[in-house]
């Protein structure tokens, strides 16, 4: 049996269900065995389900670079990458009860913190996201995690194969903690990037876009759309998503644009749940 590389982290909004609409968007150089001159972008990453999608269909001898404004994430892949066996082994021991989770989760307000291992961080990170309310990561004001626990049946904290699989799977990849201009500093023609960033509001009640301190505002997805412009003057290929709101349409209305369907399921109204259309933009033209 082949092996299946998928996100280790739950999230708000995983794209498993889009992957399929994704595939006839993404063309590029960077798949090419024979050019090993371009490479894979993603950045606004959290769990990658593009890249591990990728992955799975074409293997991973394909270059990519990788990262996130979010420097605990990055801390997290990095170590999954690095040391799969000694994390699983700190994993083991973490307990699944409301004490033990507020316990790990008030960490980030010690004056130490900022001194734990590489390694604690990062099963503090996987942690959390199992055992939270929906794998949200959310801060407060101070910087400090603030979701609460969550009642689950069996949660998997320490799922080992995926592990493995997924630091298989980093492996020929760049990991860059930093904003998505760092993160594409080096792009040249031919490179192929997507860009998933927290998402245009559907309304003023709907904004889940707070995973690091700061928010992604409008003038964030205008500063985005000016990069979205150089990347295309590169002559690289660039893939966006979004929801599919007037104001996204209209800001990116010179490139080509594609709706897909996607499932929508946080809500406190459980009737409210249901098809949200989302975008895809693209700098260049699909059959």
């Known amino acids: 049996?082949?092996?299946?590389?998928?996100?280790?982290?739950?999230?708000?909004?995983?794209?498993?269900?889009?992957?399929d609409q994704f595939q006839p968007f993404i063309k590029g150089s960077f798949l090419d065995q024979n050019?090993?001159?371009?490479?894979?972008?993603?950045?606004?990453?959290?769990w990658w389900?593009?890249?591990?999608?990728?992955?799975?269909?074409y293997g991973c001898n394909f270059k990519a670079i990788l990262g996130d404004i979010n420097g605990e994430l990055i801390n997290t892949y990095q170590v999954v990458k690095e040391s799969p066996e000694k994390l699983i082994q700190e994993l083991s021991k973490y307990q699944y009860n409301k004490d033990f989770f507020l316990e790990i989760r008030s960490r980030d307000q010690k004056?130490?913190?900022?001194?734990?291992?590489?390694?604690?961080r990062a099963a503090r990170f996987i942690y959390l996201n199992k055992t939270c309310f929906n794998g949200m990561y959310r801060v407060n004001g101070k910087g400090f995690f603030n979701v609460p626990f969550w009642k689950y049946a069996n949660p998997l904290i320490c799922d080992e194969e995926t592990l493995f699989n997924c630091s298989e799977a980093l492996q020929n990849t760049t990991l860059i903690h930093g904003d998505y201009h760092e993160v594409l500093k080096t792009v040249k023609k031919g490179d192929f990037i997507y860009l998933d960033p927290p998402y245009d509001v559907l309304s003023q009640t709907s904004n889940f876009t707070d995973y690091?301190?700061?928010?992604?505002?409008w003038k964030e997805q205008e500063e985005l759309w000016k990069e979205f412009k150089n990347l295309t003057e590169k002559g690289c290929q660039a893939m966006l998503s979004n929801h599919n709101t007037d104001r996204i349409q209209k800001l990116y209305s010179e490139f080509y644009?594609?709706?897909?369907?996607a499932k929508r399921y946080i809500n406190s109204n459980a009737e409210k749940r249901g098809n949200v259309e989302e975008i895809v933009v693209l700098n260049y033209k699909v059959e």
């Open 49 to 57: 389900a593009v890249f591990f999608y990728l992955r799975n269909l």
């Open 212 to 217: 690091t301190q700061g928010g992604f505002w």
């Open 35 to 46: 050019n090993k001159n371009c490479s894979y972008y993603e950045a606004f990453l959290w």
């Open 111 to 120: 004056s130490d913190f900022s001194s734990l291992s590489p390694l604690l």
């Open 1 to 19: 049996m082949s092996k299946i590389y998928k996100p280790f982290l739950k999230r708000v909004g995983w794209k498993r269900q889009l992957l």
């Open 257 to 261: 644009q594609h709706v897909v369907q």
